[in-house]
């Protein structure tokens, strides 16, 4: 057994020994030799964290053990050592409780004397338990930041790489610089090679930049300044051109005194390229969007006055309402533009449904423009997302005013056209029709669309003259007008006569690209003018022959009463002479008759109106027709109804018949049928359209027809003449009957 004065010096012994052995199982077997030597302790048992450790003599069963793992001293004991009657100490440091030193002695009484051995030493214990627990921790630390490091080196690395992002430390004392591996890729230098110094690096700089990189280091050492410009830099091989960020910051001691720069360069060629050719973009799309003649706008909602914000307003939206993005920004667009309240609301409307999707295409809006001024605009829109979805309205305006006016005024000069008198029509300068207006269709009875690249010639009548088409076409071909009249054939085949005025169109540059032929239809007034000069031909033929029928009038009656009075003193055997003056007598009667028709056509003689029976002048006027009708002639005369009762002049009606009688004889040199009918017509509205005279009513009507040769159209168009005749003059020598 160990004397208490010796207890010291073993308990030395054993904790330099405890503090050199690894595991706890080794401590265990050391402290089982050592305390049953010493102490007469038959077995030591460590039990940490729920793990028995024994060795020797085991008196505890392990399956028996049932200790949880101990986190901290809760000042409970362990049952097992309490079932078996053990003792227990505590392995218990002021941080924690790491287990127990379970002792089963040989000799119970003896244990109060080394209980304080056995308790420094459980105190030692639990310290080494602590340290290596510490230890191991610490260690695991190291080894988790040793290996954080790395990954963050490689992490710094790889992100730099990527970046093209490389960093430094200048230190101004020494005036050597550290590198990142970018940093020498950067600049295009070898990095197995030591960092140039500042000095050396303003030589690969461009010489645009080397001042101002040369005064941003400067006023960094000197000012404490820090800086960031761009510059570029040129690779020693003098090939390879970039453009760089520089950022440098000072870092200061204690004295203020700068001691080092510490900052990054960045490789920004890519990015600056693209800069360049976004701000190129940008500027070619502004140009455009400045440039353009139309107003271009794209506003969004916001929640606030003006309620609908504009981030883009061209120069051209500025001159058609007047403002500018800021004013109607301020103002907001529905105040500046639409002052009208009940307008207001529905303009707002329309946006809303736009901004919801709704497109406007080409609506038209009446807007006041800053100077008071009323427009016309029209307005497209169409919606777009940005990147943070936020929908915007891009909107083209277009100032429709001036051209609404013109398009107002060609509508009112083609209604003028449309509605026009005047035949109009436009060609092509290949004569092809491009446009009738209503009057030619309805004048000639086509419609526009058998007209539309009909060449022009088709109106060309059989009787135009070398002063017609091909004379109007050959002054407008070399641009001068024509003017004169043209017969047109309709689509029936009939001809009109027009008067025609044609003349070439030409454009804003004086070039000839149409034609136009303004018409006139003078048919009707032709037709007046001839019927004119007729009437005034007949009026004086109609005055010479009343002269004449006048005087001769008097010869006659002169001759008449001569021969009355030669027959009176003739004697009773001259019958032969009897005969003569009879003959003389009947002539001068058929002269008196000629003189009463020129009488009657001069309207010198009186005109005799009273009831008539048309039967009974056809049938008293046979007497006088059968004296010159040939024997090779067959006469017929059919009356309708024994009385038609008309009121007129019979002495005219005879004359009519005797005129009518005597052509159709002349009609039949080699005889035939002449036919005389008398009947009753009524005329209607059906007779009136077809032969274009007349009044409704029931007329007494006498037909005189033959079988003979017929009228040309020459001689048609000329029986109303007086005194024409298709008959040559001839003089015959007179025979007496």
């Known amino acids: 057994m160990l004397q208490p004065s010796d207890m010291i010096d073993k308990f030395l012994v054993i904790t330099q020994t405890l503090e050199v052995i690894p595991t706890l199982k080794a401590i265990s077997e050391f402290l089982n030799r050592a305390f049953n030597e010493t102490l007469g302790v038959k077995s030591v048992y460590i039990c940490h964290e729920g793990k028995l450790y ?111 992002l490389g960093t430094f430390t200048y230190d101004t004392a020494t005036r050597q610089s550290n590198w990142s591996l970018e940093m020498y890729k950067i600049w295009g230098i070898d990095p197995k090679l030591e960092p140039p110094v500042y000095t050396e690096l303003t030589k690969y700089t461009h010489p645009d930049d080397y001042r101002r990189f040369n005064d941003a280091i400067r006023a960094s050492v000197e000012q404490y300044n820090p800086y960031d410009l761009d510059i570029r830099i040129f690779h020693p091989d003098k090939k390879t051109e970039k453009t760089i960020n520089v950022i440098g910051e000072p870092i200061l001691d204690n004295a203020g005194k700068v001691v080092r720069i510490r900052g990054s360069h960045q490789d920004i060629t890519e990015r600056k390229k693209m800069e360049q050719e976004l701000i190129a973009k940008n500027d070619f799309n502004n140009l455009i969007m400045e440039n353009i003649a139309e107003g271009l706008s794209v506003s969004h909602a916001v929640e606030k006055h003006p309620y609908v914000l504009f981030t883009v307003w061209n120069n051209r939206m500025t001159g058609i309402t007047g403002y500018t993005v800021e004013e109607i920004n301020s103002l907001g667009w529905h105040n500046a533009l639409v002052p009208d309240i ?122 135009v003259t070398h002063n017609g088409y091909d004379t109007m076409w050959e002054k407008l071909t070399s641009g001068r007008q024509w003017q004169g009249e043209l017969n047109i054939i309709r689509k029936d085949g009939k001809e009109i006569l027009a008067s025609v005025k044609a003349l070439p169109l030409r454009d804003a540059d004086g070039n000839v690209t149409h034609y136009l032929r303004l018409s006139e239809d003078i048919t009707d007034l032709r037709r007046l003018e001839t019927e004119l000069r007729q009437s005034q031909k007949m009026e004086a033929i109609g005055q010479l022959a009343g002269g004449v029928a006048h005087d001769f009038n008097n010869i006659l009656a002169t001759i008449k009463n001569y021969a009355y009075l030669l027959k009176t003193s003739l004697q009773k055997e001259d019958e032969q002479l009897a005969g003569f003056i009879d003959s003389i007598s009947s002539s001068v009667d058929k002269a008196a008759y000629l003189t009463r028709s020129l009488l009657g056509f001069s309207r010198k003689l009186i005109t005799n109106l009273r009831p008539v029976n048309i039967a009974s002048v056809v049938s008293d006027i046979r007497s006088i027709f059968e004296s010159f009708i040939r024997e090779d002639i067959n006469v017929q005369i059919l009356i309708g109804k024994p009385e038609i009762m008309v009121y007129a002049d019979s002495v005219q009606i005879e004359m009519v018949l005797i005129n009518l009688i005597k052509n159709a004889t002349d009609a039949m040199p080699e005889g035939g049928l002449l036919a005389i009918n008398t009947d009753i017509i009524t005329i209607d509205n059906h007779f009136i359209e077809s032969h274009n005279y007349g009044t409704i009513g029931d007329y007494a009507r006498i037909c005189v027809s033959d079988n003979g040769e017929g009228m040309d159209e020459a001689t048609k168009e000329r029986i109303f003449e007086p005194f024409f005749t298709t008959n040559e003059v001839s003089w015959k020598k007179w025979t007496p009957k």
Request: glycine content about 4%; charged content about 25%; hydrophobic content about 35%.
């Open 54 to 164: 024994a060795s020797g003599n085991e008196d505890i069963p392990h399956d028996a053990c049932s200790l949880c793992k101990i986190t901290s001293y809760n000042g409970s004991g362990c049952k097992i050592s309490d079932m078996y009657g053990f003792k227990v100490i505590n392995l218990r440091t002021l941080r924690r409780n790491y287990g127990y030193m379970i002792i089963n002695t040989l000799n119970p009484p003896e244990y109060a004397k080394y209980e304080p051995f056995l308790r420094n030493t459980s105190n030692v214990l639990a310290r080494i338990i602590e340290n290596r627990q510490i230890t191991e921790e610490l260690n695991n630390a190291v080894e988790k930041l040793h290996f954080a490091n790395l990954s963050l080196e490689v992490d710094v690395i790889e992100a730099q790489k990527k970046a093209h």
């Open 342 to 463: 009940q307008q207001q609301r529905c303009a707002r409307e329309r946006m809303e449904e736009s901004r919801a999707g709704d497109k406007l295409i080409n609506e038209m809006w009446e807007i006041k423009s800053k100077d008071g001024q009323k427009k016309l605009v029209s307005i497209s829109t169409s919606t777009i997302r940005d990147s943070e979805s936020v929908v915007h309205v891009l909107a083209i305006v277009q100032d429709i005013t001036d051209r609404k006016k013109i398009e107002n005024d060609l509508i009112r000069a083609s209604y003028v056209i449309e509605q026009s008198p005047i035949m109009v029509v436009i060609t092509n300068t290949n004569a092809e029709i491009e446009y009738v207006n209503r009057k030619f269709t309805d004048s000639t009875g086509y419609t526009l669309n058998e007209l539309s690249g009909e060449r022009h010639v088709i109106f060309k009548s059989g009787k």
